[in-house]
């Protein structure tokens, strides 16, 4: 070793990052041929020129100081790491900046992508319920609200006379004659049974108004069961919420 600026390169042994870290304020001098050995030996452990230390201490060696020393492949290699570092430098910065436009809308397109999503699941639950209710429609309309044929079910409109003999399965009697349609049996419009009825009806006469007064205790008594068989409370309350009107105008009284 030889204490001679000329000689060779040196380290500030400040401590600083990019000059030193030995913290003792003293300069640490080599000779040519050692700076040439130092390089050699840090090289070989695979160090980058430009992260070679002082050997006496943490100080980073400053490659201006270097390159003196440096063989023309040794300079070229430096060079071409030190491209290399300020490229990787330079993409990984680029990465971060395209990082940061692209994670806030991949958040975006993913919480729109959710939103659909609940929204489909809600559309279908929504769907399925409507077809659960309106099944439950169809059994209100025809075992309550509605006056059918206890054979075939077809709905009539009550004419004076309960007793109904001419009902042909839901075809027009002008229609089911000439194609000589047998017709339902014989039955009674206010029991909605076929003879002999319950009530011990004949040929007796009942207006619309005394129809409903006396189906009234019946219709009350298959719609408490009907309510009573919907299986869940969301659907019962969907189904009660739309029967309210028509159970309304039929003088019933929904069950709670």
């Known amino acids: 070793m030889k204490e001679s600026a000329a000689a060779g390169a040196f380290c500030v042994g400040d401590g600083g990052g990019g000059g030193g870290g030995g913290g003792?304020?003293?300069?640490?001098?080599?000779?040519?041929?050692?700076?040439?050995k130092h390089i050699a030996e840090q090289t070989e452990k695979g160090v980058a020129l430009n992260r070679i230390t002082c050997p006496m201490c943490p100080s980073l060696l400053?490659?201006?100081d270097l390159s003196h020393f440096l063989t023309a492949t040794q300079l070229s290699n430096t060079l071409v790491a030190t491209r290399r570092e300020a490229e990787q430098a330079g993409m990984q910065q680029m990465n971060a900046i395209k990082q940061r436009e692209i994670d806030p809308l991949r958040r975006r397109i993913l919480e729109l992508e959710a939103r659909i999503e609940f929204d489909a699941d809600e559309r279908r639950r929504q769907l399925q319920?409507?077809?659960?209710?309106?099944?439950?429609?169809?059994r209100f309309a025809n075992e309550v609200a509605t006056n059918c044929c206890p054979t075939c079910h077809t709905p009539f409109i009550h004419d004076a006379c309960l007793t109904i003999e001419t009902c042909y399965r839901g075809v027009p009697e002008r229609e089911a004659r000439p194609r000589r349609i047998q017709?339902?049996?014989?039955?009674?419009?206010?029991?909605?049974?076929?003879?002999?009825?319950?009530?011990?009806?004949?040929?007796?006469?009942?207006?619309?108004?005394?129809?409903?007064?006396?189906q009234r205790p019946a219709k009350q008594q298959r719609l408490n069961a009907l309510v009573r068989a919907v299986p869940t409370p969301a659907l019962r309350n969907a189904f009660i919420t739309r029967i309210a009107g028509e159970a309304a105008q039929l003088f019933l009284t929904i069950p709670q």
Do not use: I
Request: aromatic share 8%.
């Open 24 to 36: 003792d304020g003293e300069k640490h001098f080599m000779c040519g041929v050692c700076v040439q």
């Open 62 to 64: 400053p490659l201006s």
């Open 129 to 138: 319920q409507e077809a659960e209710v309106q099944q439950w429609l169809d």
């Open 183 to 214: 017709p339902c049996p014989t039955w009674c419009a206010a029991c909605l049974h076929t003879r002999p009825c319950p009530g011990g009806h004949g040929h007796d006469f009942m207006n619309a108004h005394q129809l409903a007064n006396y």
